[in-house]
């Protein structure tokens, strides 16, 4: 099983793809971040079991973020030190947290789209 951690815990894709993760055999919910919380777990917000980074030491989860600019930046900063393989789908970087991105990527697995829709990439093509 895929080890599957949400970055993010209260937003409406958050909460749906906790539902997902959590329904398909082949993926192993572990929880999900909070950039509000770095310290101590706050518990079950909404369904979404927070976790920490110590949490998962010794496992290569696979990041799942859709939260905002300031959550996305600080999960990249985490990346640089923790294993994980990310799937990005935060629009609205900055300048600044593109290059992070371009270093994360240098050293872990990065799927990267500022959108997720089909009908918006069949538009753009």
Do not use: Q, W
């Not at 909404?46 to 920490?52: A, D, F, Q, S, V």
């Not at 990249?76 to 990310?86: D, R, S, V």
């Amino acid at each position: 099983m895929t080890p599957i951690v949400i970055n993010g815990c209260n937003g409406k894709m958050a909460t749906a793809l906790t539902v997902l993760v959590r329904e398909e055999a082949a993926l192993d919910y572990l929880g999900s971040f909070s950039c509000k919380t770095t310290s101590s777990r706050t518990g079950n917000t909404e369904g979404n079991t927070i976790i920490l980074p110590s949490d998962v030491l010794g496992i290569t989860p696979t990041i799942i973020d859709f939260s905002h600019r300031e959550c996305t930046k600080k999960l990249l900063n985490l990346a640089l030190k923790f294993p994980c393989k990310l799937v990005i789908g935060t629009s609205g970087l900055n300048d600044n947290d593109e290059e992070l991105l371009i270093e994360v990527s240098k050293r872990r697995a990065v799927f990267r789209a500022t959108n997720f829709s089909r009908g918006v990439h069949t538009i753009l093509k």
